[in-house]
């Protein structure tokens, strides 16, 4: 049980010995204040979607259209906002998303955003794509659980070389990554031309691999651009159900896979022995044209039955985060906010991020009389008001 609000209430004390914020408050602003921190080619990169970006837009808009329903004299003066995952209790509901080019936002953005996750206890998904290695990464979130998001590479041998070095390493799970195959059509990205990875940035679990240097040849971090075209040669792997078996016995660690929209693959993935489920869309970036991941979540819950579904894409205030938990999600990721936290002043800003948007959750709870995550159902919501 963790009492979220007392952030906010710290923030008002602080108001009487005249200091404001060192963050703004409202997404919006720090939004404003992340993305000023970043030059034109990065800001694409993190701010951009697929096509004319209305699915990255819906995400945010379906919630929208979602309201909580005020329920009084509830007595909820205190919330109890924990959750159990996969042998762990957490105090809130809240992860971080995996984000690739974190490094690129902030220097040494992973272990900035690890750190923070150390100091709040929201469990951090760690990307493939890192400027820090996992080992790195993983030591800097000290005893809160941390899961390794893999983007499963051609080689299966180097595939199986990052998930032994996760497991070494003391992650807690494995989220295998299935929407990001090829890049999608994403305007902001080809109109400079960029992709971090690309340029070499980012690719530090790549090449600090022994595997990986193995395929390049050479050392990889002193022939970078051998390491660049070996990294573009093995990173887009389309993978099938016939490969459920394979990655299933890489390890013994949780799987999840994330990005499944669909009631069916979610039953037929836990059919085949896959222990978590994440409904995401990717935030939008991906695809145009599909449907919001907040939509497809309620169909992908009771396709899982007892199994857990953890929720991401379109997240960006405490709100979202009740909403999403009344419609079945185990837990809920932040994605961008904490990107433009973490641009806007590196461990401080995700810091911030994190503990306004749980304050917010705590606080739309409280006002709307929901004492406890068990408290919130889809009778909890009401639908396009």
């Known amino acids: 049980m963790g009492d979220f609000s007392d952030y906010q209430i710290g923030i008002y004390f602080n108001g009487l010995l005249g200091q404001t914020p060192e963050f703004p408050t409202a997404y919006k602003d720090i939004e404003a204040l992340g993305q000023s921190k970043l030059d034109a080619e990065l800001l694409g990169y993190v701010a951009g979607g697929a ?8 995400n945010i808009a379906a919630l929208r259209r979602i309201g909580v329903w005020p329920r009084m004299l509830a007595g909820a003066a205190e919330r109890d906002l924990s959750i159990e995952l996969f042998g762990h209790t957490y105090s809130s509901p809240l992860y971080l998303a995996p984000v690739g080019v974190l490094g690129a936002c902030y220097d040494h953005g992973d ?3 690890a750190k923070a996750s150390a100091a709040t206890g929201v469990p951090m998904i760690a990307s493939t794509l890192s400027a820090d290695t996992m080992e790195d990464v993983r030591d800097a979130q000290g005893e809160t659980p941390g899961f390794y998001q893999l983007y499963t590479p051609k080689d299966r041998d180097l595939a199986e070389s990052l998930v032994r070095r996760a497991e070494a390493t003391g992650f807690a799970g494995i989220v295998v990554t299935l929407d990001t195959w090829i890049n999608g059509w994403r305007p902001r990205d080809l ?3 960029y992709i971090p990875m690309l340029r070499g940035h980012c690719i530090a679990n790549y090449t600090s691999d022994p595997r990986f240097a193995e395929m390049v040849g050479k050392d990889p971090v002193e022939n970078i651009n051998d390491s660049i075209a070996a990294w ?7 993978l099938s ?3 459920l078996e394979w990655l299933r016995s890489m390890t013994s660690l949780p799987l999840l896979l994330k990005g499944i929209c669909h009631p069916e693959d979610a039953r ?3 059919d085949n022995g896959v222990d978590g489920i994440i409904c995401s869309n990717h935030g ?14 309620p169909g992908v819950v009771e396709a899982a039955g007892d199994a857990p579904v953890l929720f991401d894409s379109g997240v960006r205030g405490g709100e979202d985060v009740v909403k999403a938990l009344a419609l079945g999600a185990r837990a809920v990721g932040l994605g961008r906010p904490y990107v433009w936290g973490l641009s806007a002043g590196g461990q401080a800003g995700v810091e911030h991020v994190i503990k306004a948007i749980l304050a917010e959750a705590d606080l739309t709870m409280a006002v709307d009389g929901y004492q406890s995550i068990a408290d919130l159902t889809p009778a909890a919501l009401r639908r396009g008001y």
């Open 232 to 238: 573009a040669g093995t990173f887009g792997n389309p």
């Open 241 to 243: 159900w016939d490969d």
């Open 191 to 193: 109109d400079h031309a």
């Open 51 to 58: 096509g004319d970006e209305h699915t990255q837009n819906e």
């Open 111 to 113: 272990l900035e955003v």
């Open 284 to 297: 939008g970036r991906q695809a145009n044209g599909g449907i919001a991941a907040i939509d497809c979540l």
């Open 268 to 270: 037929r993935a836990l």
